[in-house]
């Protein structure tokens, strides 16, 4: 996905070696995948629209209340 | 260090990096403090782009090459980035990996190779065409494990 818009980023994090970062999100399960620092979670194998719904979702969330 | 590659691994990288196009560079950012992974990190890295010619490792110190560091984003060790050279100028696809790319995700880092190296994510056009709608930056990281 990050392939396809410069604004997307991907990072792929090794749990064990990093583990404040994956506690900071609440890993439990691999793999997880968390959009803009927790505003969206997927766990688990998903199919591709499945995470660009919640990255859609996690953009109007954080639009929704930067406008409250 | 032994290799931790075997023959057969070597045969079934080859394979995949036959759909290898422009030439990538794999930017390693390495530490000799507090890094456990770091040293095994870098042999793996230098065991599998030694197989193809495509492939270019650099190797810098996170802490010597702060600010090349922080031009890729990297704040951790063992961190790299995987960067598509089909000409002079890189094009830096935002792909990041933290930690040992071991087991599932050595698969991942071979494929990711080849899709940067093609320039192709192979995703759904639907999917391209609405990614590419997407107006403000997103952050994706997936936690995963080495089993």
């Known amino acids: 996905m990050a392939m396809e818009n410069p604004l997307i980023t991907a990072d792929m994090v090794e749990v064990y070696e990093f583990p404040e970062l994956a506690d900071r999100f609440g890993v439990s399960g691999v793999p997880q995948t968390t959009i803009n620092e927790g505003l969206g979670t997927v766990v688990g194998a998903y199919p591709e629209d499945y995470l660009l719904d919640e990255i859609r979702r996690a953009i109007q969330e954080a639009e929704t209340s930067q406008g409250a | 260090m032994a290799p931790l590659l075997n023959e057969d691994n070597h045969n079934r990288v080859r394979e995949v990096f036959k759909e290898m196009q422009s030439p990538v560079d794999v930017v390693l950012f390495s530490s ?36 090349l560091a922080a031009s890729y984003g990297i704040d951790k060790a063992p961190g790299f980035a995987i960067v598509a050279k089909p000409a002079d100028t890189p094009v830096d696809f935002g792909i990041r990996f933290y930690g040992i790319p071991s087991g599932h995700e050595f698969t991942t880092l071979v494929n990711d190779l080849v899709m940067v190296s093609a320039q192709s994510s192979g995703l759904n056009p639907e999917t391209v065409s609405s990614l590419q709608e997407i107006k403000t930056p997103v952050h994706l990281q997936v936690f995963i494990t080495p089993t």
């Open chain 2, 32 to 67: 000799k403090a507090n890094c456990e992974y770091c040293e095994s990190t870098q042999q793996l890295l230098e065991e599998v782009t030694g197989l193809s010619e495509k492939i270019q490792l650099e190797v810098h110190d996170l802490d010597a090459d702060r600010d």
